[in-house]
């Protein structure tokens, strides 16, 4: 089993910034990519943030130049620098990795979400 634990969510007002944490334990053996999405009530799921063991980043067209993924392998970790937060960027934000564990091959694991609100 794979356990993340996601933290640094919050309430900022518009121009702040925030930095969001998860933490990934368990019997894992490898982990690919890490990253971050976001959703908002009565929306799909999107990508905020993605970046490969080998160093490869993915953002959403809505966040590029605003914010920077992470990571610490030797922690399991990746983190989420938010910068010049806009109020449109109010949601529940999700930690996925793509990992293997001691009894499965790669596959995705999601966090539980941390609420991040921006006001204007």
């Known amino acids: 089993q794979v356990q993340l634990v996601e933290s640094g969510g919050g309430l900022v007002q518009a121009g702040g910034s925030l930095r969001l944490s998860c933490a990934a334990s368990g019997s894992i053996f490898s982990i690919n990519d890490m990253g971050w999405h976001r959703q908002t009530p009565g929306k799909q799921r999107e990508l905020v943030a993605s970046l490969t063991s080998g160093g490869s980043t993915n953002y959403g067209d809505s966040v590029k130049g605003r914010f920077t993924i992470s990571r610490d392998n030797a922690k399991n970790t990746v983190y989420l620098q938010m910068n010049s937060l806009k109020p449109e960027d109010t949601a529940v934000y999700y930690c996925?990795?793509?990992?293997?564990?001691?009894?499965?091959?790669?596959?995705?694991?999601w966090g539980q979400g941390t609420q991040v609100t921006v006001s204007s």
């Open positions: 996925k990795i793509k990992a293997r564990t001691s009894n499965s091959w790669f596959r995705d694991y």
